[in-house]
């Protein structure tokens, strides 16, 4: 609700950033707070440039227990969306205690404080990864929860369970959204993924290598059993990602949430392969990709894509972008990097 003052931890990273421009759009209040550790203080000015309001932003590391502390004594907040998590997959396996630290201690840390100083609402930034290979496509949200494949996976199930038991026991209500795959920038191409080092996801591989800053696309694999051989996933066009939070936080700020925790798939419902996606970021931004075909990536599943029936229905959200869009957005934004 307007006027509302929201603290979006990690909000100058790739999907905070979004969510921040979307929630002052909406008339709400935004405190930042970020450590920017996988992200740059310039994003501030993007944010600044789209909405033509400078958000509050505190540079704080949540593992920083006393600032943290001092932080929730001196501010008072409506509604927490917590973004702020290492989130690479194959670091996480080679540093699992970077991640226990960076996203469950933190986590503790965040909700102590929240609980300590009635703060009543949090949106929790999860991950289609809980569901694993599911047995059944599209993906619902009684999907039964899998054993995660990486300390990063794993750290996103046990959010979840944590952020449960906390609900149980206090005021606190929460949605958790479970993100398929977020992809694409802001039109206005102010804001977008800054991937530091050799990118790990799909797109911004795409796309540096059609900046002829890689050499080449490796595709991890073309035998699964998918139509042409590689993996499936549902990508998302952030812009939609970031409106989705904007309906669950309204949601539990009008108090219509039927539990007192609450999970949404976020994804398009579509599903698109790894040569769906070459194919179409070709065209549509018609430029030629350099590929190859290689082994699978290791703890990779074969498909993964969303029902969204629960969050059209609850939630009142429904993506809006396509691939297409998704697609000549990242180009966009790949053009304006130095
Ligand atoms: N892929 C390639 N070549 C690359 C990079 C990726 O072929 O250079 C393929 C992958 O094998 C996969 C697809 O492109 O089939 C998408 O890969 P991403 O790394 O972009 O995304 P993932 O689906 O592996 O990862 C996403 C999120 C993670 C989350 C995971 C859960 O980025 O945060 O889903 O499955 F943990």
Redesign the pocket.
Known sequence: MKGNKILVTGGLGFIGSHTVVELQKEGYEVIIIDDLSNTRIEVLDGITKITNIRPEFVKLDLKEKEAVASFFKEHKIDGVIHFAAS?A?GESVENPIKYYENNIATLVYLLKNMADNNVPHLIFSS???VYGQADELPITENAPVKRA??P??NT?QIGEEIIHDLTKVNDITAIALR?????GAHDSVLIGELPLGV?????P??TQTAAGLREE?????DDYLTPDG????DYIHVVDLAKAHICALQRLLEGKNKTKMEYFNVGTGTGSS?LD?INVFQKVNDIALKYKIVD??E???TS?YANTKLANEELGWKAEFGLEEALRSAWQWQLKQV
Do not use: H, M, W
Not at 199 to 203: D, G, H, R, T
Not at 230 to 233: D, I, L, P, S
């Open positions: 989130k997959v991950s289609c990864t494949e990486s990063y996976g996103k993100y398929f795959n977020p992809i990118p790990q996801n799909l797109i591989y795409v696309l490796s595709v991890f694999g590689t993996a499936v996933r790894v996606v699978r990536r703890g990779d599943v993964a």
